[in-house]
């Protein structure tokens, strides 16, 4: 489904991505690991178009993605629920998953997509009218997931969902995106919670200043002595 | 001497009438500020733009007013889609006193401009509309005309922003502008409308100001500063900070005016504004993030 | 050594011009240019740092509005008023600029503060319409006995004499703006302006730094005020304060090139002959015309050239990579600083 080659990126004259090698198949769920500042968001930022590449290609269900303006990756089939949730503060919940569904395809789909959202979330609908601003991160960060979700994407990219969440409301985010999983989406997840999320994806790629450092089976990165050591502390 | 000042009353309701069309104009300046984070300088010259339009349509060419009236709101809406694609998207993104300074410019081209086609001289649209005599009051009937277009006005934008797809975008990207291609929204088009909206705010300013004043190339000095003001102190980008706030500074110009001079009540609402940005630079209302 | 001899050179050419212009009119444009660029260099002093005060026409208005009321009303010298009138220009920037500089108010805010005090001074001189003649405007009175030329009230009938003013004026300014550019408040300015939170966690004080090149700013544009009314003979609160004229000192500010020495001074030709041939092109008949071509070349020279003509041209004579965006970068760097 999706086929990076060789991506390089970064921020003006700093570069962040050096040579990204990375793949993603249908129904599949993958991780992108590592420490802060690999460069992991930016990795995300680069598949959603929100970076352009230095060089390299983004290869996404046959089509190379590398003419498009940024806001015509959605409608590609990519959202990316990004790091820190960024709702729209001072919209109620329900505005927020109505901007998730502001492309024509969402758009007209729009009163069914909200029920099948609330039917993921229900607690969300109770808080439809309650301004995004005022809930507690967990809830912000369904309603995050909610909001990408609106579009119906091919390919789904969390940007570490369970950051700044206490513990038990981490194990219920995982547990969201298990069930997102089971309704049939393909997801690209970034995590620092490297045990909890190798137990949900079939695959991850560790990603140490810009480059990959280790990828495979989940199974192979759980056992992999480099991995336990240096992050799991095991 | 009544009971009770019925002149003093006069003032208060006028100051209140008064409010309604400075809220109205804060509306457009606001919208663009807070969305598209640049100053119109030039944005009572856009209400002027629209009184002569009206004035050429209506007196000039003949047309009857009520044809000639919506013009202004097509017109100046054009005029804002305009500024905002050739002027301002260009500077986007140099330091944010560039905007301002070129919006300056356009406010010195458009004042000249309109002397060069009109002349210096004041005009009206010949329009006299009765005056209302409710007990000892008297109530001018094209004030109270401009009131409620501009309550109609506010609400009809209110809707648009709460209600419509793009609506909300506009109320998001003045949230998060970052994000919104995450959302599908270019940018770069939720920022021509916000302009063209704002515009057409303009140009329903015009149609209220023109009921009850001249026009002239100049006009734009004698309530474009007060906007300004007005959008800080409420403020900016605070649409519902802004309304209030033009209903305070409208009450102390008519209150002052009534018991000092127009000037020193102008006077008064300036310095109060700086006062209040001394102490809240965030504006009376500061938004609630 | 020879850069020094050139520059007495110009300046001795210049001093002498008047000499060989017979036509009264040259020597009148030439008066104009030099006042205007003392104020636009005046201006520029502050907002080369960032520092965009859309409301200097207070400053213009205070000064001279004083010195003429002090002259017609109590008969006192403006060598006696010139002071009175700075030292109330002094006091208003010391009263808006204080606040502001403390309270960290900037960019749009500041801009927008400082359009609001040019209202309240234009506002304020009108509505003392006892003494200033309010919108009208008022005359310095003649100095009685009337003479062609005295020197107790500053009234000459010889324009020459108010060229050789405005010349040592405008020299006076450039020094100002070399000294500036000398002196250690130039690279503390330029820091504030990059970052004004981090400038002061550098040990900068901001509010002090920010508050001296206002006032200096400030005296010097009552200063350019009161020559103006001087030289014309005639005061009027919207060509002396308030929004219009304080915009057009920022105009000719920029399209000659605030970040420039020079900028201000090649704004202020561009804009006064620009606009006296295009009026005498145009004629009466096309009112305005000359300002709308001058108001779509302001437009134009933000949009493509942010730094000015003169910077534009100067930036091209260095071959420096394009100018960067950010405010305060001055591409004028002193040989000796
Ligand atoms: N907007 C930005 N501008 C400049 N550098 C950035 C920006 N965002 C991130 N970086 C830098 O890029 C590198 C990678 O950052 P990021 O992708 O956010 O890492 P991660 O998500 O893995 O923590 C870091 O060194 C960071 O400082
Ligand atoms: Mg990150």
């Known amino acids: 489904m999706l086929k990076l080659t060789d991506i390089s990126a970064g921020y003006g004259a700093f570069q962040a991505l050096w040579g990204i090698n990375l793949e993603v198949k249908t129904g599949e769920a993958v991780a992108v690991v590592g420490p802060n500042g690999a460069g992991k968001t930016t990795l995300l930022r680069v598949i959603s178009g929100q970076i352009a590449p230095i060089s390299g290609q983004i290869i996404f269900e046959e089509r190379n993605l590398k003419d498009l303006a940024p806001h015509q990756f959605v409608e590609e089939g990519i959202a990316h629920c990004p790091e820190n949730r960024r709702l729209f503060p001072k919209l109620t919940v329900e505005e927020n998953l109505k901007m998730g569904a502001f492309i024509p395809s969402a758009r007209n789909d729009y009163a069914n997509r909200l029920i099948w959202v609330y039917q993921l979330f229900p607690q969300m609908l109770e808080r439809r009218h309650q301004l995004a601003g005022t809930l507690s991160g967990g809830e912000q960060q369904m309603v995050a997931i909610g909001r990408a979700l609106m579009s119906k994407p091919k390919l789904l990219l969390l940007d570490e969902p369970s950051a700044g969440l206490a513990p038990v409301i981490v194990m219920h985010v995982f547990d969201l995106v298990r069930r997102i999983r089971e309704e049939g989406f393909t997801v690209l997840i ?27 089976t989940a199974e192979e990165l759980k056992n992999n002595e480099f991995l336990r050591q240096a992050y799991m502390g095991l | 001497m009544a009971l009770f000042d019925f002149f003093l009353l006069e003032a208060i309701i006028n100051g209140i009438l008064f409010g309604g069309v400075l809220a109205l104009l804060a509306l457009g300046l606001n919208l663009v500020f807070g969305v598209v984070d640049v100053i119109w300088i030039a944005y009572a010259e856009l209400v002027m733009s629209g009184m002569y339009i009206i004035y050429t349509l209506h007196i000039t060419w003949g047309w009857p007013l009520l044809l000639a009236a919506p013009m202004a709101i097509v017109g100046v809406g054009l005029m804002g889609l305009v500024v905002h694609r050739l002027i301002i998207a260009p500077i986007l993104d140099t330091p944010p006193i560039n905007q301002l300074l070129a ?24 329009l006299s509309l009765p005056i209302l005599q409710i007990f000892e009051l008297y109530i001018s009937f094209s004030r109270l005309l401009s009131f409620g277009a501009a309550v109609l006005g506010m ?37 021509l409308i916000t302009s063209a909206l704002a515009g057409a705010m303009a140009g329903l300013a015009a149609i209220l100001l023109v009921l009850q004043q001249d026009v002239h190339p100049f006009i734009g000095f004698s309530f474009g500063p007060i906007t300004f003001m007005i959008c800080v102190m409420g403020g900016l980008g605070n649409l519902i900070g802004g309304f209030f706030a033009a209903f305070i500074i409208s009450q102390i110009i008519s209150i002052g005016s009534f018991y000092g001079s127009t000037e020193l009540s102008y006077v008064i609402a300036f310095v109060l504004f700086i006062i209040v940005m001394f102490i809240r630079p965030q504006g009376i209302f500061k938004r609630n993030t | 050594m020879k850069r020094y001899l050139l520059i007495a050179a110009a300046v001795s050419i210049l001093a002498l011009l008047p000499l060989f212009l017979v036509p009264v009119y040259y020597l009148h444009l030439l008066i ?30 205070i000064g001279v509005y004083a010195t003429t009321v002090l002259w017609n009303f109590q008969g006192l010298t403006p060598w006696i008023g010139i002071p009175i009138g700075i030292a109330l220009a002094l006091l208003l920037a010391l009263l808006i600029g204080y606040p502001a500089f403390r309270f960290r108010v900037v960019g749009h805010y500041f801009a927008l503060i400082t359009l609001a005090l040019g209202e309240v001074v234009r506002l ?48 006076g300014a450039l020094l100002i703006w070399r000294w500036v550019n000398r002196s250690m408040t130039r690279p503390a300015l330029e820091a504030i302006s990059e970052d004004e939170v981090a400038a002061a966690s550098m040990g900068i004080h901001v509010t002090s730094h920010k508050l001296r090149i206002t006032l200096l700013s400030a005296g010097m544009t009552a200063l350019g005020g009161i020559l103006l009314g001087l030289y014309n003979q005639y005061l009027n609160p919207s060509s002396l304060s308030g929004i219009s004229i304080s915009l057009e000192i920022v105009f000719l500010s920029i399209v000659g090139g605030m970040y420039s020495m020079l900028g201000p001074t090649i704004g202020a030709i561009i804009t006064i002959v620009f606009r006296e041939s295009l009026r005498t ?32 041209v100067e930036t091209w004579l260095k071959r420096e990579p394009p100018p960067s965006t950010s405010a305060g970068a001055d591409p004028d760097p002193d040989p000796s600083s």
């Open chain 3, 281 to 312: 092109y145009f004629g009466v008949s096309l009112a305005g015309m000359s300002e709308s071509i001058y108001g779509l070349l302001l437009i134009v020279s933000i949009i493509f050239m942010p730094r000015g003509i003169y910077g534009a």
């Open chain 3, 32 to 61: 104009l240019v030099l006042i205007w660029s003392f104020i636009g260099t005046s201006w520029s002093l502050m907002g080369k740092f960032g520092i965009v005060s859309l409301g200097h026409g207070a400053f213009l208005g």
């Open chain 2, 155 to 191: 609400i009809g934008l209110y809707l648009f922003l709460s209600r419509t797809y793009i609506g909300t975008a506009i109320r998001a990207v003045a949230q998060d502008r970052e994000i919104m291609s995450l959302m599908g929204v270019n940018t770069k088009k939720v920022y």
């Open chain 3, 124 to 171: 304020s001189i009108i509505a003392a319409r006892n003494i200033t003649g309010g919108s009208l405007g008022m005359t310095p009175d003649r100095v009685q006995p009337p003479t062609d030329v005295s020197w107790y009230a500053l009234q000459f009938s010889d324009k020459r004499y108010f060229y050789v003013i405005a010349l040592l004026c405008w020299l």
């Open chain 1, 190 to 216: 970034v995590e620092q919670n490297i045990q909890q999320v190798l137990e949900l994806v079939d695959r991850a790629y560790l990603l140490e200043v810009g480059t990959v450092k280790l990828d495979g």
């Open chain 2, 103 to 126: 919006t300056g410019g356009l406010l010195f081209f458009l004042q000249n401009f309109a002397t060069l086609i009109f002349g210096a001289d004041f005009r009206n649209i010949g």
